[in-house]
């Protein structure tokens, strides 16, 4: 460790103390203290999130401009696409942006210590400058790749990268006028080099307006054509059609499901779907009919959680079907979904999952947390309502945790009666060792494409017993309400299904 001067802490501790900080917080620092200049500085160059195009002209200009490169401290590296909007499908036409290319691909053979990068129009930059896809497959310590707009070329160079990251995330895009179909993709991803040592996988696809999905009949797609990545744990999809993931990713633990194409459903998954060899134990769907792709041949997964976009049986929307595969035959421990206001009593006549936690949470079932997101777009005091229409369906005698995340958008900005709300809970449902009210938001961005959107708000949370034959509820740190929550969710809890010989130190 090299000693600290006279006058303050050592370079090494200021380096220490910076990389826990933020980048902005560590270039103040840099301005005003000449001992922590140094590593303050090291901490700001080590990361550039770039969300314009001027900003990605001064980094490259910047990062490579003195002998020893500042690219060298560079370790994270997302450009978002909004920065080279200006050259989408156009690269090897305009000369700013061919020579934009070029200085990128300096730029990544500069920074040969980068362990996380996104980058978006991957294939139009790789098709400008070769150079590109030359220095990104060099590097060696990437931890987190994610590219957008991949299609051959880019995955051409992905079976060639010197790193073994852990999360790979692809946006796969073919073009209007290629013949490339899903099927194909199916063989690429299945022998992709790429996902060699991965753990966390993320697929994309984007406008397959050219061969499209195919049924395995019409692909010619054979499983023993197909590779196998065993170390990817969680696989995360947008978009995809039928295609045989749990063959693909046979050690699959998570699997997350969005805006999936309507051959997913409408696909006989007798062949392809999960098997009991695959240890899944946590999905997340946008409705139910996502989640043929797990009734098989072989039976279907006891899951430990779900995560349903629209509540169980209930259609996506009016003019469709109910879908005849159901959320409780996977027999989750956890189950959470959202309740919009048209979905409500008294706003609509299509069935309110008239009893269907009686037997995902009676006595042979196994649901044990429910987690239900309420719409308030309305009057400040329907939470109490909300609660009234839950009661009938959460009223089963082995639910021991309920959460209430209100989704507050009234014209107020408010809800009243949430004591009222607690209180009925309380009372009405004796099976309840833990209750969780919560007051705010789901960020708009979140509703529309995460995976699991963020609840941005306050919450509380109760213990509840009975004592002389009254049920009563007392309040406990938010903390110790997670550790509950985490409890619930856990592969311990599962194993017995009960709270006995739980202890929770809520101080």
């Not at 992905?158 to 790979?168: G, H, K, L, R």
Request: hydrophobic letters at 40%; a negative charge; charged letters at 25%.
């Amino acid at each position: 460790m090299q000693p600290a001067g006279h006058h303050g802490l050592s370079d090494d501790i200021w380096s220490i103390i910076l990389t826990l900080t933020d980048p902005s917080d560590a270039r103040s620092v840099s301005l005003v203290s000449r001992n922590s200049h140094p590593a303050a500085r090291r901490v700001v160059l080590s990361r550039a999130d770039i969300s314009e195009q001027g900003q990605l002209e001064h980094a490259l200009a910047f990062m490579v401009k003195e002998p020893h490169h500042r690219a060298c401290w560079l370790r994270e590296l997302h450009i978002n696409e909004n920065a080279l909007d200006g050259f989408e499908d156009s690269w090897d036409t305009i000369t700013e942006g061919s020579s934009l290319a070029a200085r990128f691909a300096d730029l990544l053979g500069a920074a040969q210590n980068i362990t996380s990068i996104a980058l978006p129009y991957v294939e139009s930059m790789l098709e400008a400058e070769p150079r590109a896809g030359t220095a990104l497959a060099s590097l060696t310590r990437l931890q987190v790749v994610k590219l957008s707009d991949v299609f051959t070329q880019s995955l051409d160079m992905a079976n060639t990268m010197a790193s073994s990251p852990t999360d790979v995330a692809l946006a796969l895009y073919v073009p209007c006028d290629s013949e490339y179909s899903a099927s194909e993709f199916s063989v690429v991803l299945s022998q992709l080099a790429l996902f060699r040592k991965t753990s966390v996988v993320e697929i994309q696809f984007c406008e397959l307006s050219g061969g499209g999905y195919e049924y395995p009949s019409e692909s010619g797609v054979e499983l023993r054509r197909l590779g196998q990545h065993p170390t990817v744990r969680e696989l995360r999809l947008r978009g995809s059609g039928a295609v045989p993931w749990f063959h693909i990713f046979p050690n699959m633990e998570m699997l997350r499901m969005r805006w999936m194409d309507d051959s997913h459903a409408e696909f006989d998954w007798q062949e392809w779907a999960w098997t009991d060899s695959v240890p899944l134990v946590d999905v997340t769907a946008d409705d139910e009919s996502q989640l043929v792709c797990l009734a098989g041949t072989h039976g279907r997964p006891k899951l430990r959680q779900l995560h349903l976009r629209v509540a169980p049986s209930l259609s996506p929307d009016p003019y469709r079907e109910i879908p005849t595969f159901k959320a409780d035959s996977l027999r989750p421990v956890c189950l959470t979904f959202p309740l919009a206001e048209w979905q409500a009593p008294w706003n609509t006549d299509l069935p309110h999952w008239n009893g269907r936690l009686e037997d995902p949470a009676g006595p042979e079932g196994r649901l044990r947390y429910l987690q239900v997101a309420a719409m308030c777009n309305s009057d400040e005091d329907i939470p109490v309502r909300w609660v009234e229409s839950l009661l009938p369906a959460v009223r089963v005698p082995q639910l021991v945790c309920l959460r209430v995340n209100f989704h507050v958008a009234t014209p107020s900005g408010k809800v009243t009666r949430l004591d009222e709300a607690r209180q009925m809970l309380v009372e009405q449902l004796p099976s309840l060792r833990y209750l969780c009210i919560a007051e705010g938001q789901f960020p708009q961005e979140d509703l529309i494409s995460a995976f699991h959107p963020r609840f941005v708000g306050e919450c509380a949370w109760w213990r509840l017993h009975e004592v002389a034959g009254e049920r009563r509820s007392e309040s406990i740190l938010c903390a110790a309400g997670e550790r509950v929550e985490r409890y619930l969710r856990s592969a311990e809890f599962e194993e017995t299904l009960s709270l006995d010989g739980f202890v929770l130190n809520d101080r």
